[in-house]
């Protein structure tokens, strides 16, 4: 075949139908669409004024009015904006895609037209026949002597267009609706669509029943407006009531003074706030009123804990409210919603690209309109725009949450157990944020204080090593640290001790109470990835759980030689009552007189277990895989010295299994068959005493 150039055909034979039947997901989006457009025309007509290129009427205020009627299976959408010529019709709505918010804003950029103007594609309008089987057109143009037009089509390709007899400056659209879709000429379901997508626009929109009955109200004459028609002018008398005085008689004594009263036909209502809390300077809002909107906008009669006001102007346009929602439980509300608008409409409440995955638990609106959407305005484009967008938010809410540990700290403590699962899921999924919250992370310890991590790292080496000692310490981990080449030590490292069931561990954590030594509490599904990465990035100390090195936080400094003939004596005992190969005996003096013994194991092992468990690998999630054990027994506990005296004696093999099951119950719970021989074997024990 010969080569051959040319040029695509693209008509409106073949593009329309896509257009109207795949171009919107969701039908009920034509409301959003041709009350944006109206919007749009409002906006325009204001702006001319504005800029001196028309005279507006000195009581001018644009509005946009939705008429549903569905006896006639009809929908009126109104607005008393700039209007279309014959020429405007033909070019903007018989040619698909040409927008006349784009050339308005070319037009005039030299003027100062700003970007509040909505509508970007010119495709909108043509929603319109995903529900109406048939559409009209009545428009005037603000422009001196201009001719009304009346334009109408009935969903294919051919249209009607002449002049028409609007009146009035503006544009009405008029849908017949075809019969799948008649349910939007309800006023009840009409209300619905406009609260999700118009709840926010620019201008007021007012929603009617076509020939519903007139409603009255009754107000008082100071608040009469110009616009108020008045039915009836209302006396009202006023009213007494019997009193009974001291001495048994009654006197008549005003309950309600005389009034004048105005019975007026009930004025509109419209149905959107067009000053949205997140277009206000946030010095301007109050509490109340962040909480207000909170309530309203997602519905959530909990108060939020608090929340971060958006307001950017440069190098973007983005304005919204971030809000830290109260959560019941780790696993309560696992998504948030967050509100994406457009110069105030309303496109989607699930974007995922504008916010950071680890605050998706947060609930907000976020109004940007700069953001790149694709043209049925209901998706984000691919664009790095939208990374940077995403790393201004989360600048923003570390900001709130490093300003809030700064200065307001009592209430940083006071919701830290609320909002730290999206902190802790933050610094694991961005190392800017982590860097950023690193030093602002708050630890609870075993005495119910908050503590950042630098402070949990002094006040912890200050425990074990003199002033002098722990800052030596400390200033050589972190020169190693510094040096690639030279891994640190695990014994060169600060430990910091943590405790996941405080009521399970709680014997240990007498231990450290006893002794003034502290531990933190994370007990957090999270917390176990959470603390491996925060030992990666900061390798100077290390997390143990507060089971983990007994020996080295709560002995006694002794001379190894003197405990090695009771080592020798209580390894054999245990060895031969518990059958337990992997079973490490270690004999300490422990600081604590009245712990016979106690349980440790392997940090990295156990942490590794609670991981598989977590995630239920190789679905063996009841399955121990946390390594070997080291039982330690306090050399100075009667018991164990009983052990090491009589060793032959009859009950030894019974009291040393009833010692290691009592030090297991202080580290975990006991399996089935375990407990049930721990209790009978604690029957016997009483048994024996008895006799």
Not at 37 to 48: F, P, W, Y
Not at 333 to 356: C, H, M, R, W
Not at 527 to 546: C, G, M, P, V
Request: hydrophobic share 35%; net charge negative; glycine share 4%.
């Amino acid at each position: 075949m010969a080569e051959k150039n040319g040029s695509l055909s693209i008509t409106s034979e073949n593009i329309f139908p896509v257009i109207k039947k795949w171009l919107y997901s969701d039908h009920d989006i034509f409301y959003r669409e041709l009350v944006s457009n109206a919007c749009d025309a409002i906006t325009k007509l204001e702006k001319l004024g504005m800029m001196g290129d028309y005279e507006l009427p000195a009581d001018y205020k644009g509005k946009v009015s939705v008429e549903v009627d569905p006896e006639k299976k009809t929908i009126k959408i109104t607005d008393n904006g700039i209007g279309m010529t014959g020429d405007e019709v033909d070019k903007y709505i018989n040619q698909i895609a040409f927008s006349g918010a784009t050339d308005f804003l070319e037009k005039y950029k030299d003027k100062g037209s700003d970007d509040q103007i909505i509508g970007h594609f010119g495709l909108g309008f043509y929603s319109a026949f995903m529900v109406a089987d048939l559409v009209y057109i009545d428009t005037l143009s603000y422009q001196d002597g201009a001719t009304p037009v009346h334009w109408e089509c009935d969903g294919g390709t051919d249209y009607t267009m002449r002049d028409g007899n609007k009146s009035e400056i503006g544009t009405t659209i008029t849908l017949f609706l075809n019969d799948d879709c008649l349910e939007f000429a309800n006023e009840y379901k009409a209300r619905e669509v406009l609260d999700k997508y118009c709840s926010f626009m620019p201008t007021e929109i007012y929603l009617t029943k076509a020939n519903a009955q007139t409603e009255y109200e009754e107000i008082d004459p100071s608040d009469k407006k110009d616009t108020d028609t008045v039915v009836e002018e209302i006396h009202q008398e006023a009213e007494y009531e019997d009193k009974k005085k001291d001495d048994g008689t009654t006197e008549k004594v005003l309950k309600t003074p005389a009034k004048d009263k105005l019975k007026i036909i009930k004025r509109p209502v419209p149905i959107n706030d067009i000053h949205p809390l997140w277009t206000k300077n946030p010095s301007d809002c109050t509490d109340e009123e962040y909480k207000d909107f909170y309530h309203k906008v997602f519905m959530d009669y909990r108060d939020p804990l608090f929340w971060v006001h958006l307001n950017m102007d440069y190098p973007f346009n983005l304005k919204g409210i971030i809000y830290f929602p109260k959560i019941n439980s780790e696993y309560d509300s696992i998504e948030g919603t967050i509100k994406l608008y457009n110069n105030q409409v309303f496109v989607a409440d699930n974007i995922k690209e504008v916010i950071p995955e680890y605050f998706m638990l947060l609930k907000g609106v976020i109004d940007c309109p700069d953001l790149p959407l694709n043209v049925s305005r209901s998706a984000l484009q691919n664009d790095g725009f939208v990374a940077k967008i995403r790393d201004y938010i989360s600048k923003k809410l570390a900001d709130k949450l490093i300003g809030m540990e700064k200065t307001e700290k009592e209430t940083y403590e006071k919701y830290w157990d609320d909002i730290s699962p999206f902190i802790k899921y933050g610094c694991l999924k961005d190392e800017k944020f982590c860097d950023k919250m690193n030093d602002y992370i708050l630890f609870k310890d075993i005495n119910d204080k908050y503590v950042t991590l630098p402070e949990l790292l002094e006040k912890d080496a200050a425990s074990h090593k003199s002033e002098d000692e722990s800052e030596e310490k400390k200033n050589d981990a972190e020169k190693k640290e510094e040096k690639s080449d030279e891994p640190i030590k695990d014994e060169d490292k600060t430990p910091v001790y943590y405790v996941t069931d405080p009521k399970q561990q709680g014997q240990y954590i007498d231990m450290f109470k006893a002794n003034d030594m502290d531990a933190v509490i994370l007990d957090r599904t999270i917390d176990t990835s959470f603390i491996t990465q925060l030992e990666h990035r900061n390798q100077h100390y290390k997390f143990l759980r507060i089971d983990a090195d007994v020996t080295k936080a709560l002995s006694e400094e002794t001379d190894p030689k003197e405990l090695e003939e009771d080592q020798k004596t209580l390894e054999e005992i245990f060895k031969n009552e518990l059958k337990k190969d992997d079973l490490a005996i270690k004999v300490e003096k422990l600081k604590a007189d009245d712990i016979a013994a106690v349980i440790g194991r392997d940090e990295n092992m156990r942490r590794m277990n609670d991981m598989m468990k977590m995630y239920n690998m190789n679905g063996q999630a009841d399955e121990d895989f946390s390594g070997p054990e080291t039982l330690v027994l306090n050399a100075n506990h009667p018991l164990v010295k009983y052990l090491v005296g009589n060793k032959d004696s009859e009950n030894a093999g019974l009291i040393a299994h009833q010692l290691y099951d009592l030090a297991e119950l202080s580290n975990q719970p006991l399996a089935p068959a375990e407990m049930s021989e721990f209790v009978r074997r604690s029957n016997k024990i009483m048994e024996i005493l008895t006799k």
